[in-house]
């Protein structure tokens, strides 16, 4: 494989990769919105949105798996198939946790677990941001954005933690609505997860563009 045609193959993979965060981005938001009322349609949209990601993440481990065996990469391309090869799997996570999410919407009445925690919304929409700045933080390679989105996740953390004290609340006062809390309770766990995912795409990104990944040099 000459040089240019893997620019070729580099470039290509680029854009699996954006596609996929695309991807899950979208099922993120939908499995959310079918938590509110008239949305449970799009908890399948969502749900059918992870098989997609699935086999997206088949078709960049195969396209990874040529650029290693058809050419001898350098530090740098070596670490940008390592670095999609990582993200893939954050990114997979991610889209199953959306599922997740969105199967849960389907066993509630529409609008019951937003009523019971109305933070969960804005959780999502920092998750879907953290998701798509990571993946073009990578694209872009920007360091300093990736590290941005880093920072970030405490407010994921601050507001799961405010959910989570939020529901341990009702749950005293109304114990008929265990199962509504503790779907409630999920849900706010998979997001919560969802920044931690991005989170690691972004520490990949780091190693991709300095070798270092957790503040140890890898490559």
Known sequence: MTRTSFDKELNALHGE??????LVEDAIAKSVKALEPGGRYLAEEAIAADRQVDDLERSIEARCLRLLLRQQP???DLRAISTAIKMITDMERIGDQAADIADLALREESGSISELAHHIPEMARIAVVMVSEAVGSFVSVDLENARRIIAMDDKIDHLFEVVKTELIGILKEQSARADEVINAMMIAKYLERIGDHAV???EWVEFYETGIHKQTRIL
């Open 17 to 22: 990769l954006v596609k996929m965060g695309a």
């Open 74 to 76: 350098v530090a740098k």
């Open 200 to 202: 690691n795409i972004c």
